[in-house]
């Protein structure tokens, strides 16, 4: 079992519409969720990070925690063209160290 | 302002040789961190240093040397470069090794 795992995608969602990107974690011991968006042939760039069981919004993102079954979310709101990339979620885990997933490719159709 | 800077962006070679990847932060972080990223787009991390220890050192190959000189600067040396070295290397530094990172433009390399 890969230690942060997501779908690799493409996940094809209308203009407009909400998108959800999904992760989940093996390590139960893990303190803090990251999530990074990267254009193609761009860097890492941080969108949300959270710590506590719950949700967090900002603007159009909103990130899930829940500790208890292992996953963390993001949504999107009212998705734009701008938004196609893919999205990286990150782990803080009780080893120390961030771990990535292998990230989910969204791409947004007008 | 470029708070993490990576240089060069583009590095060509050929097997064999010894390059390096040099890598600045103006962020006043203490923590920075070696990337590589292959061509499947996973991001795996190879070394970090808090404060300029080794803090972490993943099974990457010996060719493969970290200096931080200072805290502000974090290079990667690799010795005997081999094809399966071609990725794109980011650099990262963080306030603490469970904060948020942030991320250098990337370094492409090639072995030919």
């Known amino acids: 079992q890969k230690e942060v795992e997501q779908n690799s995608g493409p996940l094809s969602v209308p203009e407009g519409a909400i998108a959800s990107l999904n992760c989940t974690y093996s390590d139960r011991g893990s303190q803090s969720f990251f999530w990074y968006r990267q254009y193609s042939g761009k860097s890492p760039e941080l969108i949300m990070f959270i710590y506590s069981n719950g949700d967090k919004e900002d603007g159009r993102f909103t990130a899930q925690l829940n500790k208890a079954s292992q996953y963390v979310s993001l949504l999107i709101r009212d998705s734009q063209p701008s938004d196609s990339a893919t999205y990286l979620c990150?782990?803080?885990?009780?080893?120390?160290?961030?771990?990535f997933g292998s990230g989910t490719r969204l791409s947004i159709r007008p | 302002d470029t708070a993490v800077s990576q240089t060069p962006k583009y590095l060509v070679t050929q097997m064999g040789n010894d390059k390096s990847i040099k890598c600045e932060q103006n962020l006043g972080h203490d923590t920075m961190y070696w990337y590589k990223q292959d061509s499947k787009k996973f991001l795996k991390i190879m070394f970090s240093y808090n404060n300029k220890e080794l803090i972490i050192n993943e099974t990457v190959p010996n060719r493969f040397s970290p200096k931080s000189p200072d805290k502000a600067h974090l290079n990667l040396h690799i010795n005997s470069l081999e094809l399966g070295d071609s990725a794109v290397y980011f650099c990262a530094s963080s306030v603490t090794d469970y904060n948020e990172q942030f991320f250098g433009p990337g370094t492409r390399l090639t072995v030919l």
């Open positions: 990150a782990v803080y885990s009780s080893a120390s160290k961030i771990i």
